[in-house]
């Protein structure tokens, strides 16, 4: 199908949908030898869980939060932790590029309609990764910005106040219900595209279109699918 009625924006949550997240292979990067083999699996789970808690308190900087998930995990392996392992983690991250398609997509789907970037990264960063990107974006919302992280539902009322948009004059995409479609849903966003990379769930009681080449997005929006 394609969207019947022409967005102000197409605003896109970037880590993990168009920036391929790759904070598990710093993780075990920068750690080595000093993450047991036979704890790893569990240890990342437990470190992306704390991540998750450490969004949904009293805002701090992505670094702290990167810092904390870590060190809460540690603990809970019994492992020794180092902030500054969590720093050269955090460090890792403006290297990160785009999922294979996504500049393309995002390129040719910018010929019809203005895109918005929401990210829980923060200021220092934020503008680099999107930079990776190398598509034109109009507007950058970020973490630091906000004062607060997704999947909080005051992260897309400040979008939608910053934007000076209604509900139903945007389309949202993410790859992550978790993060961002089901509080999309809740805000009452009718507009949403699931980008399925594989990580989390098909939660399609939430309203969206879900697609999983990204050069079938600028497709739902009456233009062709991008030739590289």
């Known amino acids: 199908m394609t969207f019947d009625v022409k967005p102000k924006f197409v ?20 750690l080595g030898e000093r993450l047991p083999a036979e704890l ?8 992306k869980a704390y991540r998750i808690d450490e969004c949904t308190g009293a805002y701090q900087p992505f670094h702290r939060v990167v810092a904390r998930s870590m060190e809460r995990a540690a603990r809970r392996m019994g492992l020794a932790h180092d902030d500054a392992d ?5 460090d890792l991250i403006p290297t990160w590029q785009p999922y294979p398609g996504v ?20 200021d220092a960063y934020a503008g680099r990764l999107m930079d990776n990107l190398r ?11 906000m004062g607060i992280y997704k999947p909080r539902l005051g992260a897309f009322e400040y979008m939608l106040d910053r934007l000076d948009v209604g509900r139903d004059e945007i389309v949202h995409v993410s790859a992550s219900p978790m993060y961002d479609l089901r509080s ?45």
């Open 11 to 30: 605003t896109f949550d970037m880590n993990g949908t168009l920036i391929r997240f790759q904070i598990n292979d710093a993780i075990r990067q920068v």
């Open 40 to 47: 790893a699996d569990d240890y990342l789970r437990a470190a």
């Open 86 to 90: 969590a720093r050269a983690v955090y």
């Open 103 to 122: 500049t393309a997509a995002l390129n040719r789907l910018a010929e019809a309609v203005p895109l918005v970037i929401i990210t829980n990264s923060d």
């Open 135 to 145: 598509a034109p974006f109009e507007v950058l919302i970020t973490a630091e910005e």
């Open 184 to 228: 999309a849903a809740m805000m009452g966003i009718e507009h949403k595209v699931y980008v399925d990379r594989g990580f989390e769930e098909d939660e399609h009681w939430l309203g969206y279109e879900r697609i999983t080449d990204i050069a079938d997005l600028p497709v739902l929006f009456g233009l062709p699918r991008p030739t590289a």
